[in-house]
């Protein structure tokens, strides 16, 4: 089984500013990782996703995030937000092999980024 | 192209009253997920469809709650004789995971928000 925590449920900050939303999971088998966006009144969209290889994943909109094994972290980054940032965030994982969880979501309790001008 | 679409997009209903919610993924992936969203619980995986094989139903949190997905494509959840815990925004999401491996991306609907009285 896979479990994820977002140790930030609000994070406010100032346009222009960095920030960076904080994901640690844990699960029993290797995983893929990603974090989602859902803007005010919209559905859920892929902001990027680990896969393998390069442990730094660049992703839509500036974010970027980096995975760390040792550490079970994912932490997403953008060195400059803006308003337009302004949005809910959810980190993610699913099994990276089959069996009965393949390609399941289990997601974190999400962070709300609010950038204030 | 298309997304996922998902109707209706707001249900009210009263309690122990019966509620179909529909989704049409995106032509030609393969898989198909329900996942719920509430305020107390977050984003929850409910079911997953893929190709011909049986159904992962672990997520359904009652046997009030069931799902078909007909063709391959089009999927109706039903939930039987609501509670009022059952308002949330059930979510649906389609993805090419049979090519793409469990790391597809999973392109997500509006959803539905379900609201019990």
């Known amino acids: 089984a896979q479990s994820v925590t977002q140790l930030d449920s609000q994070v406010p900050v100032f346009e222009e500013a960095p920030v960076e939303l904080r994901c640690n999971y844990s699960?029993?088998?290797?995983?893929?990782l990603f974090w989602y966006v859902q803007y005010p009144n919209q559905g859920l969209q892929l902001l990027l996703k680990?896969?393998?290889?390069?442990?730094l994943v660049k992703g839509i909109n500036g974010f970027e995030a980096e995975f760390n094994k040792s550490q079970t972290s994912f932490h997403l980054r953008k060195p400059s937000v803006h308003i337009s940032d302004t949005a809910e965030y959810f980190c993610?994982?699913?099994?990276?092999?089959?069996?009965?969880?393949?390609?399941?979501?289990?997601f974190g309790q999400g962070t709300i980024l609010t950038v204030h001008p | 192209g298309a997304g996922v679409s998902q109707s209706p997009s707001n249900k009210v209903t009263e309690k122990g009253k019966d509620v179909e919610l529909r989704c049409d993924p995106i032509?030609?992936?393969?898989?198909l997920y329900w996942y719920r969203q509430s305020l107390g619980q977050g984003l929850e995986f409910l079911i997953y469809?893929?190709?011909?094989?049986?159904?992962?139903k672990s997520g359904l949190p009652s046997d009030r709650f069931s799902a078909e997905r007909t063709g391959g494509s089009v999927s109706t959840l039903t939930i039987q004789r609501t509670q009022q815990e059952d308002s949330a925004v059930y979510l649906c999401?389609?993805?090419?995971?049979?090519?793409?491996?469990?790391?597809?991306?999973?392109?997500f609907g509006p959803g539905t928000r379900l609201t019990v009285l």
């Open positions: 999401a389609s993805s090419l995971v049979g090519l793409e491996g469990p790391g597809g991306t999973q392109y």
């Open positions: 993610a994982v699913s099994p990276d092999a089959g069996g009965t969880s393949y390609g399941k979501l289990t």
């Open positions: 680990y896969l393998s290889g390069s442990t």
């Open positions: 469809f893929q190709g011909n094989s049986a159904p992962d």
């Open positions: 032509s030609g992936h393969t898989a």
């Open positions: 699960s029993s088998v290797s995983v893929y």
